[in-house]
């Protein structure tokens, strides 16, 4: 598709710089993605910011129970895949 977008001209010369020549439209697609694709994450952080808390997760509190938790997590999942290869 076709669109009008107004661009400084130094901006405009700094893309074709970077691009290349007959590469601008490729690389204007390529930075706006990136910022969509930035901007759609940050959005997410910000809406999921809170939702875990140290408090209601004591498993967290130190890097050595954290480390226990996923060692006991590893252990459960391994057990229970070993059950399920029985039958």
Do not use: C, Y
Not at 36 to 62: F, I, N, Y
Not at 65 to 76: G, P
């Amino acid at each position: 598709m076709r669109t009008h977008v107004n661009l400084p001209e130094d901006l405009v010369a700094a893309v074709d710089d970077q691009a290349g020549k007959g590469k601008r439209s490729q690389f204007i697609e390529e930075a706006v993605r990136e910022k969509l694709r930035k901007d759609s994450l940050l959005s997410a952080l910000r809406r999921t910011a809170g939702v875990l808390s140290a408090k209601d997760h004591p498993e967290w509190d130190t890097p050595e129970d954290v480390a226990s938790w996923v060692r006991d997590l590893r252990k459960q999942s391994d057990q229970d895949f070993e059950e399920r290869q029985r039958g």
